[in-house]
C-alpha cells in the first residue's frame, strides 16, 4: 500500500508470479482512477484506469480492483517480468468544482522482479 | 510521433536565476499540467492550464510561473523565489478539460531534472 514520507512500500517477486499493488485514496467523491507505471528517469506511463460505477477492469496482464466502501484500489499484474519492475502510481480525480480534473496521486510502490 | 516533449533533459541553475522549462505537445490535448517530483515522493501539482491564455496555480505554485500562448505549448519558468528548485520536473497534458466522462488520463513527458549550481 501507500505510506507517507521518504520510505516507499517496496515489493519484491519472482518471475512468473502474480503481483498485487495496493492503493488507500483519500477522497469518498473521487470519481476515477488511474495506474501508472514511473522506470528511473523517465515519466510516469499510463497503466489502466477505471471509473467509480465499475469496481474491476482488465486490460493485458493487469487488472484494476476498486473497493469503494473502504476507499481501496489495486493493481494487480500477471506472470510479471523483469521489465514491470518500476515504480507504480496510483491517482485519484477530483470530482467536481473548479478543480475538475486534478489529479492527487499516492506516494507509489516499488515493484522489484527476480529472474 | 505524437506526444509530449520536454526540454532540457538536465538543467542546471544559479542562484538568483530563472529558468525555463519546457513543454510541447502534438497530441493536441487542451489541458495541460506542470508537476513536481521530489525523491520518493508522489507528483505535486504546480500549474495547470484547461484551455489557450488561461491558467491556474496548483498546490505548490509559489516561485514557478507558466504561460500558455499555444495550445502546444505549456513552458514553466523556475524563477529566484524559489529557494528549494530541485527536483525533477514533469509535464502532462489531457484530451478534453471539461467533459467529465470518459477515459482521459493525463499523458506524461519524460520529465527535465533541475539542480542548483
Known amino acids: 500500500g501507500e505510506s507517507v514520507g521518504l520510505h516507499l512500500p517496496t515489493l519484491s517477486v519472482q518471475e512468473g508470479d502474480n503481483s498485487i499493488i495496493n492503493c488507500a485514496y483519500s477522497?469518498?467523491?473521487?470519481?476515477?482512477f488511474i495506474w501508472y507505471k514511473q522506470e528511473s528517469g523517465k515519466g510516469p506511463q499510463f497503466i489502466i484506469d477505471i471509473r467509480s460505477n465499475m469496481d474491476k477492469r482488465q486490460g493485458q496482464r493487469v487488472t484494476v480492483l476498486l473497493n469503494k466502501t473502504v476507499k481501496h484500489l489495486s493493481l494487480q499484474i500477471a506472470a510479471t517480468q523483469p521489465g514491470d519492475s518500476a515504480v507504480y502510481f496510483c491517482?485519484?480525480?477530483?470530482?467536481?468544482?473548479?478543480?475538475?480534473?486534478?489529479?492527487?496521486f499516492g506516494q507509489g510502490t516499488i515493484l522489484t522482479v527476480h529472474p | 510521433d505524437g506526444g509530449i516533449t520536454q526540454s532540457p533533459k538536465y538543467l542546471f541553475r544559479k542562484e538568483g536565476q530563472n529558468v525555463t522549462l519546457s513543454c510541447e505537445q502534438n497530441?493536441?490535448?487542451?489541458?495541460m499540467y506542470w508537476y513536481r517530483q521530489d525523491p520518493g515522493q508522489g507528483l505535486r501539482l504546480i500549474y495547470y492550464?484547461?484551455?489557450?491564455?488561461?491558467?491556474q496555480k496548483g498546490d505548490i505554485a509559489e516561485g514557478y510561473s507558466v504561460s500558455r500562448e499555444k495550445k502546444e505549448s505549456f513552458p514553466l519558468t523556475v524563477t529566484s523565489a524559489q529557494k528549494n528548485p530541485t527536483a525533477f520536473y514533469l509535464c502532462a497534458s489531457r484530451r478534453d478539460s471539461i467533459t467529465p466522462v470518459g477515459n482521459q488520463p493525463q499523458h506524461f513527458g519524460d520529465g527535465t531534472r533541475l539542480s542548483i549550481l
Open positions: 492550464s484547461q484551455i489557450v491564455n488561461d491558467f
Open positions: 491517482a485519484e480525480r477530483n470530482a467536481g468544482g473548479t478543480s475538475y480534473g486534478k489529479l492527487t
Open positions: 477522497n469518498s467523491a473521487s470519481d476515477y
Open positions: 497530441l493536441n490535448h487542451d489541458a
